[in-house]
Nanobody
């Protein structure tokens, strides 16, 4: 059974940092791209960042470029999203997903986690 389990969300003041984790299990993800997405109340889900599990190529949404960093730990089968200089508009439920690169950057995913809440107070 494939599982993506996010953790690390919470309440942080504007300008602060959080690191989200996405633990993947149930299959080999080396051929997959891992993505982070977010959905704020009343808004559509939006792409945040993606990384090819093999090779490590990355891409980011313009709104987070320079502030967020996606990374992975192969030994732990875990993908991270380091979020720095957080803003109130970063408040959302953050999800990780796995699929081919073209589908992830288009906002799609074969597998999804349950989400973790990030709240940034101004």
């Amino acid at each position: 059974q494939v599982q993506l389990v996010e953790s690390g969300g919470g309440l942080v003041q504007a300008g602060g940092s959080l690191r989200l984790s996405c633990a993947a299990s149930g299959r080999t993800f080396s051929a997959y791209t891992m993505g982070w997405f977010r959905q704020a109340p009343g808004k559509e889900r939006e792409f945040v960042a993606a990384m090819r599990w093999s090779g490590g190529s990355t891409t980011y949404a313009d709104s987070v470029k320079g502030r967020f960093t996606i990374s992975r730990d192969n030994a732990k089968n875990t993908v991270y999203l380091q979020m720095n200089s957080l803003k109130a508009e970063d408040t959302a439920v953050y999800y990780c997903a796995a699929d081919r690169w073209s589908r992830v950057v288009a906002g799609q995913g074969e597998y999804w986690g349950q989400g973790t809440q990030v709240t940034v107070s101004s």
